[in-house]
């Protein structure tokens, strides 16, 4: 679950909510003030996904079979 940053409008209080994905925003209200005139902030954090990669090789020996 994303944390989101919101901004009061009213009295420029900046927080942070722990919400779902499909949550509404509007359903935000700020932990000061009580109003629900916020405005969400950009949330600037950073997802990186582990780079995995596998490499089989298997070894093989050239043979020489040059006898006479
Ligand atoms: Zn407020």
Redesign the pocket.
Known sequence: MPIYEYQ??????VFSKLQKISADPKAV???????S??ERLVSSFASGGNQSSSSGYGSSAPSCTGFT
Do not use: A, I, Q, Y
């Open positions: 009061c409008k009213d009295c420029s209080k209200v700020c932990p000061g003030c009580g109003s005139n916020v």
